[in-house]
Structures are given as C-alpha cells and as structure tokens.
C-alpha cells in the first residue's frame, strides 16, 4: 500500500462491441477500511459496436461514497487501437489524473472537504467487469458474453510514492518527509502553463458531464468545486451537456468489482474462466 504516490500505466482497451464492460485503473483500501475506505478511479465504460468508449474520473474519501464525484468524458482517439498513459498523481494537496501528459482534472484540497479527501493508504488495482446495470447508457445495454474474452492489456508500468503499512506494524514502511517532498516536488505534480491550456481544452471538448454543475443533485456545489462561468454555461441542471451529452453521468455504480492487482500485463473477462 501506498500513502500518496504517483500511479500510472500504459492501457489498452477491447475493441468491438464493449457495452456493460468497464475496465478500471484506480486506487482503493476497501479491503482495509472496508465502511471507511478511500478511493481515486479512472474507469472506461465500454458501448455498442461502432460507437466509442467513455470514460470518468472519480473519487472517494472516510467512506463517502453518497458523495460522488463524478466527471465524464470522451475520447479523442480510439482506446483500442493503441496504448495511452493514463496516470493518477496523490498528495496530501492535490490530485490529478492525467490522459498522456494532458492533465484532464485537478482537486485542490481544502479544509471544507475534511475527511472526503482520500487520506489513508491505498493500494492499485486494475479490473475488467460486468458493470451492465449502469455502465452504457445507464444500464440500457448490457455486457453481450458471445463477444468474450474481453482483453484489456497494461505495461509500463509506474508506481512511485511512499510504502506505507495502514496499521503501523511496520514502522521501517512509514513515509518520510523526504520522500513526501520528493513525491510534491516532482515534474508530474506541477501543471504547466501549457498543460494548463491543454486541460482546458480538453474540458472544453470532451467532459460531458460534471457534478460541479449537478445542481439537481447538488443544489450547494461541493465544496472543492471550482465554477467556471463559460463552463457552467454548457451544461444543464443535470450536469449534463446541454448539446451532445447523451450518456448518463452521475449514477451511483454497485461497488461489487471483481478485482486484481496490477501484476500481469493483461486482464481478460470471461464468464466461462
């Protein structure tokens, strides 16, 4: 397990007819904490055949999991055809997931978040699964198994951080500040100027939902929400894009996964395995 880190990997996707799949890089210690748990997820919604794979970004902090925070997104390539690097960076500050090096969300922490921020040791995981009850046009198409195996493959792999034993039984695994520092100081965890114009462009043309502007859903914006004027202007009440957002965003997911961890360069899901 991991007290803030930088994680990170190469992924490829299945091709083809992926609807109800979702493939997920993401941090969590629910094995742990199990009502207490904290999480950081990159998760890719599979869809029909001929229609592109989505994405969102999410997180969870103390067990606050009646708190989403989900943003969604498209693509603007092909996930199947080729590998990208998709990365999450951690620290006590700040959190960002990045698509190559375009980072496409950032979460400032504050004190008004409290405990929802993700504080506690985690490990990673990747896991492929049946999420057909909301994952493809909120549970409208579901995970068809003639098209099985679905195959989503990782390498290089990258985890740098600080070894951490969530119940201090090993104190010679505790964090030091050097290494925090380090981990704070470190090119990734700093946005350009340019990568700042680019996470914006990317915001601008591809996340198609938000919870930052789900006033239905929260009337009171969370409070590590940053409203953008131009931004907020794109969206309708739901959070959705009020032109072209026709997936659903913001549905709360069943926690069940079926999960590994990032040891192996490829993950298949197969009923019959």
Same mark, same amino acid.
């Given at each position: 397990?991991?007290? @803030?880190?930088?994680?990170?990997?190469?992924?490829?996707?299945?091709?083809? @007819?992926?609807?109800?799949?979702?493939?997920?890089?993401?941090?969590?210690?629910?094995?742990?904490?199990?009502?207490?748990?904290?999480?950081?997820?990159?998760?890719?919604?599979?869809?029909?055949?001929?229609?592109?794979?989505?994405?969102?970004?999410?997180?969870?902090?103390?067990?606050?999991?009646?708190?989403?925070?989900?943003?969604?997104?498209?693509?603007?390539?092909?996930?199947?055809?080729?590998?990208?690097?998709?990365?999450?960076?951690?620290?006590?500050?700040?959190?960002?997931?990045?698509?190559?090096?375009?980072?496409?969300?950032?979460?400032?922490?504050?004190?008004?978040?409290?405990?929802?921020?993700?504080?506690?040791?985690?490990?990673?995981?990747?896991?492929?699964?049946?999420?057909?009850?909301?994952?493809?046009?909120?549970?409208?198409?579901?995970?068809?198994?003639?098209? +099985?195996?679905?195959?989503?493959?990782?390498?290089?792999?990258?985890?740098?951080?600080?070894?951490?034993?969530?119940?201090?039984?090993?104190?010679?695994?505790?964090?030091?500040?050097?290494?925090?520092?380090?981990?704070?100081? +470190?090119?990734?965890?700093?946005?350009?100027?340019?990568?700042?114009?680019?996470?914006?462009?990317?915001?601008?043309?591809?996340?198609?939902?938000?919870?930052?502007?789900?006033?239905?859903?929260?009337?009171?914006?969370?409070?590590?929400?940053?409203?953008?004027?131009?931004?907020?202007?794109?969206?309708?009440?739901?959070? $959705?894009?009020?032109?072209?957002?026709?997936?659903?965003?913001?549905?709360? $997911?069943?926690?069940? $996964?079926?999960?590994?961890?990032?040891? +192996?360069?490829?993950?298949? @899901?197969?009923?019959?395995?």
């Amino acid at each position: 397990m991991y007290k @803030y880190g930088f994680f990170s990997a190469n992924i490829k996707l299945p091709g083809y @007819y992926t609807a109800g799949l979702c493939v997920a890089f993401y941090t969590s210690n629910g094995d742990v904490f199990k009502k207490t748990h904290d999480e950081l997820d990159i998760e890719f919604l599979g869809n029909t055949k001929g229609e592109p794979w989505r994405f969102q970004t999410n997180l969870y902090g103390n067990g606050s999991t009646s708190h989403g925070r989900e943003e969604r997104y498209r693509l603007w390539f092909d996930p199947s055809k080729e590998f990208h690097r998709y990365s999450i960076l951690w620290t006590a500050k700040t959190i960002i997931f990045y698509i190559d090096d375009v980072p496409i969300r950032e979460v400032i922490r504050n004190e008004e978040m409290g405990s929802e921020f993700p504080s506690k040791p985690m490990s990673l995981y990747a896991t492929i699964w049946d999420a057909s009850n909301w994952a493809t046009s909120g549970g409208k198409y579901k995970v068809n198994y003639k098209y +099985a195996p679905f195959v989503s493959e990782f390498k290089d792999l990258a985890l740098e951080g600080c070894p951490s034993d969530p119940i201090e039984e090993f104190p010679s695994f505790d964090c030091h500040e050097s290494d925090i520092a380090r981990l704070e100081n +470190a090119d990734y965890a700093t946005i350009t100027r340019r990568q700042r114009s680019a996470m914006r462009r990317f915001r601008q043309r591809y996340m198609y939902y938000s919870y930052c502007y789900d006033a239905l859903r929260y009337p009171v914006p969370l409070p590590e929400c940053v409203i953008i004027p131009s931004e907020k202007e794109r969206f309708r009440d739901t959070g $959705r894009l009020k032109f072209g957002g026709s997936h659903q965003g913001g549905k709360r $997911r069943s926690r069940r $996964r079926g999960r590994g961890r990032v040891q +192996a360069s490829t993950l298949e @899901y197969d009923p019959d395995m």
